[in-house]
Structures are given as C-alpha cells and as structure tokens.
Nanobody, 123 residues
C-alpha cells in the first residue's frame, strides 16, 4: 500500500495549485482520504477529507471556500484544488488513507500516508 502526493510548487499569493494523491497497491474504495499540512515548527493539521460513503467532504475553516477535494475512483487518485492561495498556506502537504468511520480531522484515523509535497506561497 503506497500513496504518492505530488503537484506542489512555488506560487504567488492569489494563485492556484492542484495536488494529487495517487494510490498503488490498493484503491481508495471504502476509505476516507484526507489532506493534512505541516508548516515549519508547527504540528500537522487537518486540511480536507472526503468520505467513501456518500462522498461527504470536510474542510478546515481556514481553507473553506478556497480549496476543493475530489476523488477519481477509476484513476485511484484524490485531488486537492487550491485557489486564492495565501502565504499562510505554505507547508508540506500530506495525503492519507483512513477508516471511513473515523474522526476525519484526526491523524490517528489514518493508517497510510504519502511522502508529502511542498507548497510555497510567496507574498
């Protein structure tokens, strides 16, 4: 079971990026997939998640209205579309697979993690 997160980069404030989380060795069927981020000197925090059951989406208040999480089951990929980026969005972004009944914003719900992709937003 492997997850690969990619799509990060350097972007100016107000710009957009789309992150991808690709699965290998498994699918996302029956699992919740989440995105978390960790800025230097800070703890890893919840960004967004999508349930398998019903496709329910959840967002951190800080990204609501700017970020959109989506899943392509055929491609075994989950995306995070990030618009109107701000310097405070700068972090390493991680995707993770977790139980579909777990607490979506808790890292303990997730058992497999991608390696992270760096997003840098310049002012």
């Amino acid at each position: 079971v492997q997850l690969q997160a990619f799509g990060g980069g350097l972007v100016q404030a107000g710009g957009s990026l789309r992150l991808s989380c690709a699965a290998s060795g498994h699918t996302f069927s029956s699992y919740t997939v989440g995105w978390f981020r960790q800025a230097p000197g800070k703890e890893r925090g919840f960004v967004a998640a999508v349930r398998w059951s019903g496709g329910i989406q959840y967002y951190a208040d800080s990204v609501k209205g700017r970020f959109t999480i989506s899943r392509d089951n055929a491609r075994k990929t989950v995306y995070l579309q990030m618009n109107s980026l701000k310097p405070e969005d700068t972090a390493v972004y991680y995707c993770a697979r977790g139980t579909d009944t777990g607490t979506y914003y808790s890292t303990s719900t997730y058992d497999y993690w991608g390696q992270g992709t760096l997003v840098t937003v310049s002012s």
